[in-house]
């Protein structure tokens, strides 16, 4: 062979192995039609779930669409809008989970049940009209060994929490650890539509500098409802008027959330006047 051929062969190989390279991908896993996931030990797998008006379903860890727990809900429950990962209270080793629901399309009620999801029992409940109710944590509150369930408890004029003795002992390996949040939530205002108030609910997995603003249709940045530095957990913003005596136009808005400067996440409103 001339040396003309092996630097043909050598330039020819040369290229392929270019190719071969840019052109490389990651294997694929799994692909799921269920987006949401979960974490109910410490030592396993995440696992996908899906959350719709009949049911809540927990698939087995990892990559998996085999169904192992299922909650029906009821019919005050199809609702049910978020759910929370808890330190488990039972000591079957398994995380229990919080079921959120907004009820009606009136004044403000949000309720929360808590759930052991093996055998679908309810381990306690909070559900009045008017009132809203969300979960602050489940850790030892006053140090006393025992772990404690701190609920907020809202209404038009006032926040208060109420901390509860679940008779479960603390555990410095509980899952998820002092109960903090594993991801952003910003849940959809409510009431929306709305007229002249309405109250956004979001939570934060890390402290860090939050700010909420709204944006008019035409994205102009019309109010800033949160500047500040805030702590883990669940968050409230209230949004009535833009201020200084100007009364916003009937139509759609956006807000946002962000943690450090970066967004994560916006949804739509609706005033109507």
Not at 120 to 130: D, E, I, V
Not at 153 to 180: H, I, K, M, R
Not at 216 to 238: K, Y
Request: glycine share 8%; proline share 5%.
């Amino acid at each position: 062979m001339s040396k003309l051929s092996y630097v043909l062969v050598f330039v020819v190989g040369l290229v392929l192995v270019i190719a071969n390279r840019s052109s490389a991908q990651w294997p694929l896993e799994c692909t799921s039609s269920n987006v949401s996931w979960i974490k109910l030990r410490a030592d396993e797998a995440y696992r996908f779930y899906a959350l719709d008006s009949l049911s809540l379903r927990i698939m087995t860890p990892g990559c998996s669409q085999t169904i192992q727990y299922t909650y029906l809900m009821n019919a005050e429950e199809r609702s049910a809008n978020y759910i929370q990962v808890q330190p488990d209270l039972t000591g079957d080793g398994i995380s229990e989970i919080v079921l959120g629901c907004r009820i009606g399309s009136g004044p403000s009620r949000w309720t929360i049940k808590i759930l052991n999801i093996v055998n679908g029992a309810a381990l306690f409940q909070r559900s009045a009209p008017g009132y809203d109710y969300f979960v602050w944590g489940v850790f030892d509150f006053d140090g006393d060994g025992i772990l404690e369930c701190v609920i907020a408890v809202t209404d038009a004029a006032s926040q208060t929490l109420e901390v509860y003795n679940t008779g479960a002992p603390a555990s410095a390996t509980a899952f998820p650890p002092d109960n903090q949040p594993v991801a952003f939530e910003l849940e959809q205002n409510f009431p929306n539509p709305f007229n002249s108030s309405t109250r956004i609910s979001y939570s934060i997995p890390v402290s860090g500098q939050v700010t909420v603003d709204v944006f008019n249709s035409i994205g102009q940045r019309v109010r800033t409802l949160v500047n500040e530095r805030q702590e883990t957990g669940l968050h409230f913003a209230d949004w009535g008027s833009i201020g200084s005596g100007a009364t916003p136009a009937s139509g759609p808005y956006f807000y946002e959330l962000k943690l450090d400067g970066k967004p994560l996440g916006a949804r739509k409103m609706i005033l109507l006047k």
